[in-house]
């Protein structure tokens, strides 16, 4: 079965403090991962994904297909990165697109 | 460029009322289309999805259903709703194959049961 978890519900740091939000995901094919960002009062919308190996705002996250991870990183963290993140799987073969519960990042000054 | 559209923004329905929600989606073809209910600590928890008009899967077994009666429309559904039904809904959706610009959220809408 295809699933996503995200064992923290709230990471709580200091501007400057690095950052890692956890992500492992479960699914027998070769998956897709995301992650996705919701700012205060604003649409969810796609942060970065694996397949392009990017770095967005600073955040980075490398597949680990040995421990089925996804970890979105940032060494230094901001204020304005406060926000809910989710990670997401894209199963191709099913064209399923399912999230975790999503962790909120609060950076404080 | 591609839009997506949900409405309405916010609904109250009494118990037992029938519900509709709408999604659209222009500037693109034979798009993938998700319903989802985002709840806090639950995350976004997938209801449908439909990779084709006619073509619904359901994920969880409750009292809503979902339709996709043209290519880029999408309908959430429910002839009788329950005070469990109210959440926050999100309608998205994506391409097909590789998903090189991810999925694309409407801006939701809060049902409120009562």
């Known amino acids: 079965a295809q699933r996503v978890t995200q064992p923290e519900k709230l990471l709580s740091v200091f501007k400057g403090a690095p950052v890692e939000l956890k992500c492992n995901y479960s699914y027998s094919g070769s998956p897709e991962l995301f992650w996705y960002v919701q700012y205060s009062r604003q649409r969810l919308q796609l942060l970065l994904r694996?397949?392009s190996r990017e770095s967005i705002k600073g955040f980075t996250a490398d597949l680990n297909k040995g421990e089925t991870s996804f970890h979105l990183k940032k060494p230094f963290a901001q204020e304005e990165d406060s926000a809910m993140y989710y990670c997401a799987l894209f199963s191709g073969g099913y064209n399923k697109l399912i999230f975790g519960a999503g962790t909120r990042l609060a950076v404080h000054p | 460029s591609q839009t997506i559209h949900q409405w309405p923004a916010t609904l109250v329905q009494p118990v037992g009322s029938p519900l509709s929600l709408e999604c659209t989606v222009e500037g693109t073809s034979n798009p993938n289309l998700y319903w989802y209910r985002q709840a806090a600590g639950r995350g976004l928890q997938l209801l449908f999805y439909?990779?084709?008009?006619?073509?619904i899967s359901s994920e969880v077994p409750q009292n809503l259903s979902a339709s996709r009666p043209q290519d880029r429309q999408f309908i959430l559904s429910s002839k009788k709703l329950l005070l469990s039904d109210s959440g926050f809904y999100l309608c998205?959706?994506?391409?097909?194959?590789?998903?090189?610009?991810?999925?694309?959220f409407g801006q939701g809408t809060r049902l409120t049961v009562v």
């Open positions: 694996h397949i």
């Open positions: 439909s990779v084709g008009i006619g073509q």
């Open positions: 998205a959706w994506t391409g097909k194959g590789r998903q090189g610009s991810g999925a694309f």
